[in-house]
């Protein structure tokens, strides 16, 4: 009887214990916005697996969108409340988006590829109507007629250093990036177009040096995590224990506060951090190009431009 009770005992831990841990999973594995992200009225069966079945950055129908949007990822968390206030504004658009926020160099090879991807063992296409990323890249890709211009620029944001709440390294600045056994999640130099201005400010910070130790030294010796999708892989590995710090954009450390996350962030002075301007303009080709044309006009309009500021973002103005 007492080897029954004991089993029976266990049993009912069991049944508490993995609901509790499915909870957890769902909290801190990817997508984090509990289906807000998603523009489609008929979902049919829902089916998310938290770290095995998760397309966190695909939003909505890709079956007949009436807007398809190419983002680079930086402000994901910001899409569904822009998508309904676009919608709220066009009602004929209601459930009919499609967006992308994979990192803007992806999006390029996916645009070259007529729009199609593959993702685990699932292919799919969907053309795109509008690309965002930086200005720079923006209206290099114009120049090289993968963009019809012109560039619309709309709003900035700024650097920080995420850390896990509590800040077990006590990180205080960008110098104490390159101290020996501290373990880093950086963005992908490869394809992230953020570690362009993560260097410059590493530079500005300690030199050649610290970009070196940060994204050479500590790289080779396995304490630099490069990412492929930083703006979910940085909080998720730090939420992990895989590092202690890495950089993103301040936008991306606010949202993680903001939904109650283990993350905080260590501000960058501006002496050493770096500002980037986002833009957007049409595809050559683009299947809605009046569709792509009405969002480039409303991501510049005070609707759009508040919702941008609930993550810190400002409203770009053009240099004099």
């Known amino acids: 009887m007492r080897a029954a009770r004991r089993w029976l005992g266990l049993l009912a831990l069991l049944i508490v214990a993995v609901p509790a841990a499915a909870r957890a999973g769902e909290e801190v594995f990817p997508p984090w916005q509990a289906g807000a992200n998603n523009d489609a009225t008929d979902r049919g069966l829902a089916f998310t697996v938290p770290e095995v079945d998760n397309l966190a950055d695909f939003h909505g129908n890709p079956a007949d969108p009436k807007l398809t949007l190419y983002v680079g990822g930086n402000y994901y968390f910001a899409m569904a409340p822009l998508v309904a206030e676009f919608e709220r504004q066009n009602p004929d658009y209601s459930g009919r988006l499609y967006w992308e926020t994979i990192p803007p160099g992806l999006l390029v090879r996916q645009i070259a590829a007529g729009g199609t991807i593959t993702v685990g063992n699932m292919t799919w296409t969907v053309k ?30 700024t650097l920080a250093i995420m850390v896990p709440k ?25 394809f992230e177009g953020i570690a362009r201005q993560i260097k410059a400010s590493l530079a500005k910070a300690g030199g050649e040096a610290l970009v070196a130790a940060v994204y050479d030294r500590k790289v080779a010796d396995g304490s630099t995590t490069l990412t492929h999708i930083h703006h979910r892989q940085t909080p998720l590995l730090l939420m992990q224990g895989r590092g202690v710090a890495g950089v993103t954009w301040q936008s991306e450390a606010l949202f993680q506060e903001q939904a109650g996350h283990p993350i905080a962030h260590v501000a960058i002075p501006d002496s050493e951090n770096s500002t980037a301007v986002y833009a957007g303009a049409e595809v050559k080709g683009a299947p809605h190009p009046e569709a792509a044309r009405a969002w480039l006009a409303f991501i510049r309009s005070p609707a759009a431009l508040a919702i941008f500021e609930r993550y810190g973002f400002k409203p770009y103005t053009a240099p004099n």
């Open 128 to 157: 795109p109507d509008a690309y965002f990323a930086g200005l720079a890249k923006v209206r290099q890709l114009v120049a090289d007629g993968t963009l019809v211009g012109p560039a619309v620029p709309y709003v900035t944001n």
């Open 166 to 190: 509590g800040n077990p390294a006590h990180i205080t600045g960008l110098a104490d990036l390159g101290r020996p056994g501290v373990r880093l999640v950086m963005p992908n130099p490869a």
